[in-house]
């Protein structure tokens, strides 16, 4: 069975220049910007949490993808085992999360990797 729900692809090799997230308005804004120079800004609205690692001062993208909620809590389990307990990456049941919430999934080709869950996602390119 397949997890996968959709591929970003204008992310691919993007350099990571800035992440903000905005508890308050629930945002999480990230400024990438590609090889040939361009700038490509990620907007992530309705924010429920996001967990990054590896965090580094060159951070550079592999990509990101959408997956499913059940693809989420197998490719996590570890990490939500000790964590769920303590309200992250929410205080509500996984019901309440199949109804609202998008799993978007950052890979790394060097620092920064992770996911983010939000309901909406907009990425903005010249």
Known sequence: MSTLIQSFENLHDNKVLRYCADFEAHTLHMDTQTETGEKVSVHFTGLLAHWFENVVQDNILFGMDEITLD????????????????????????????????????????????????????????
Do not use: M
């Open 71 to 126: 693809g989420f809590f197998e490719q996590y389990k570890d990490l939500l085992g000790g964590t769920i307990s303590y309200g992250f990456p929410a205080c509500c049941n996984i019901e309440e999360l199949r109804e609202h919430i998008r799993v978007f999934v950052i890979d790394s080709s060097l620092g920064l990797c992770g996911f983010v869950l939000a309901q909406e996602v907009e990425l903005q390119c010249p």
